[in-house]
């Protein structure tokens, strides 16, 4: 989390937009955390998308005539969005996903290692350790109560549930807040832009 998978996702639709591609992209009704209809980055990037309530739906929703599939926050889609891509991109199109590689755990978080597995192209992007500085390749969970226990896999949330970690100071176990980093760098990003 807090690594910049949306707006890389986000960058790579708007130059295919650019280069007069038909573009559609996808988001889980899971995701409502910042608009319940476009896809959004933690630094407020936006773009419209289609709302899907499980993989199936992006087939049964394509436009006719797209070219270039984008689709976020893959992981809520579980493991059915997998041929579904795989279709996608036997057919011609240009499928570009974004979503965690492991759940706050550090266990890989499905269905990411079998789309890593048919990606022809693959980046990781790592956020910013907020306990070190360090590179950090961990969704931290700060969340443990009746109302999200930790064996609860999916809980989407930001800044309030998870915070990025490093190797060396992530723990599978849910962990006090380090400190509101991203709290304190978003108006520098959306200024920043």
């Known amino acids: 989390m807090f690594s910049g998978k949306t707006e890389e996702l986000i960058r790579r639709l708007r130059r295919a937009v650019i280069a007069r591609r038909k ?7 899971a995701d409502s955390r910042y608009d319940p209809e476009s896809v959004v980055s933690h630094s407020q990037q936006k773009m419209l998308s289609t709302v899907v309530e499980k993989a199936s739906d992006i087939l049964e ?3 006719p005539d797209v070219e270039v599939v984008g689709i976020d926050e893959v992981q809520f889609l579980g ?16 499928v570009v996903v974004a ?12 269905p990411m290692p079998d789309l890593l597995a048919e990606a022809e192209y693959i980046t990781k992007e790592l956020a910013i350790c907020v306990v070190c500085g360090e590179p950090a390749n961990r969704s931290q969970r700060l969340i443990d109560t009746a109302e999200h226990p930790v064996d609860e896999r ?37 200024n920043g832009e």
């Open 23 to 29: 573009v559609q992209v996808f988001k889980p009704r």
């Open 61 to 63: 929703k394509l436009a």
């Open 79 to 94: 493991r059915e969005v997998v041929p579904i891509v795989k279709n996608l991109a036997d057919r011609g199109l240009r």
């Open 99 to 110: 979503g965690l590689d492991q759940d706050y755990r550090g266990l890989p978080f499905e």
């Open 154 to 190: 999916v809980r989407v949330g930001a800044h309030e549930a998870y915070e990025p970690r490093c190797r060396k100071d992530f723990s599978p176990e849910p962990q006090p807040a380090t400190r509101p980093a991203q709290q304190e760098l978003l108006p520098f990003l959306r």
